[in-house]
């Protein structure tokens, strides 16, 4: 018996099929998210539309589409579609389907070749495929959860393009939810079936950006729920959390329970407790808010309440927005966790909110003060005669790169709006500054004198 199969997507799936089977797109039409890579002009609807076969990595968190992409590909280049998996299949398998690869290219046909969970192949079976799709005997579809720059030897990643696929989000996943209720010929249309309010959003925030996850549920709760009178079933939220195997936490996004929760977050911060501010994260990503918001929330912290009191903390929440978006959810909750923590911990000064918000004022309540002309840029011969520039001082001509000149306008002159902390990293931060405002009295002391 072969491993091989060779599905014929453009088929129906038969009735029994699970769910999630049935709604596999069959068209790009029909094929949810990941817009970077599907959306007008992008890289793959762009392969798909000019009929380009091209070999590559699908990399991404599990049922964000990659084996549908796949598929969609192969129909799109009208090639044969052989899909195996690394966990069942080895070297001889793949040589025996690249003898059939090399007979249908003498026909005409090409042949697409789609290796799930390809990095469970080990160095010696990733070798087999390298002349091969060198020479264009198969084209290669890989698809993996993992990180290809560490699963998938360099020879072969080198002919790959890496394509990454993100998680699905909550408006993606609601659209998936009305087709698979509304679709009469895959779905679950005709059947009666409803779903409230509270077991829809329920169904979608458990799926953490997994299609497959949330049509698997959902499938599981319309099995579930009892008959009405009129034949038709309604999935309740108690429904919907046994299906996925968790309870529903009383949260509002745009109600009191969101704002307490992120204000509690904030101050844990604030307070420089490590524990209260996990607790709270925690709360808030198990009832399904938005992790970007949370990082954007992290960000504002990150700048407003620690500052340059660490100036490395504002990376920490980049870093973890980064890794989110590569890893999605579950694993992404990980290094917004960590950088929580780091935020927890670090020395705390808002100096630099002060200071800022300060200038913001007097911006606002002064008007468009003039900018003193001895900083302005001559960039014209009239500029030049008008006096622009005149008497500016180069600080890279002085030692210490300081002069004694006034950069402010005229009515500001000595204002004071940043004004560092002892705490953190600013400490040296104020003790530079204050080197730095000493030297400039001592210079203008100087020229006063002469």
Known sequence: MSLFREPEPERTPPANAPLAERLRPLAPEEFAGQEHLMGPGKPLRKLMEQEQPASMILWGPPGTGKTTLARLLARSWDAHFSEFSAVLSGVAEVRREVAAARDRLRDGRLTVLFVDEIHRFNKAQQDAFLPHVESGVVTLLGATTENPSFEVIPALLSRLRVMVLHPLGQAELENILARALGDQERGLGGLGIEVTPEAAEHLTNAAFGDARRLLVALEVAAQAAPLGQGGGKLISLELAEEAVGQKALRYDKAGDEHYNLISALHKSLRGSDPDAALYWLARMLEAGEDPHYILRRLSNFA?????????????????????????GLPEGDLPIAQAVVYLAMAPKTNALYTAFSAAKADARELGPLEVPIHIRNPSTRLMKDLGYGKDYQYPHDFEDAVVAQEFLPERLRGRRYYRPTGRGREKFLKERLEKIRQAKARLASQKERS
């Open 303 to 327: 700048c407003e309440d620690v500052g340059l009191a660490d100036p490395y903390a504002l990376n920490q929440v980049m870093a973890a927005l980064r890794a989110y978006d590569l890893m």
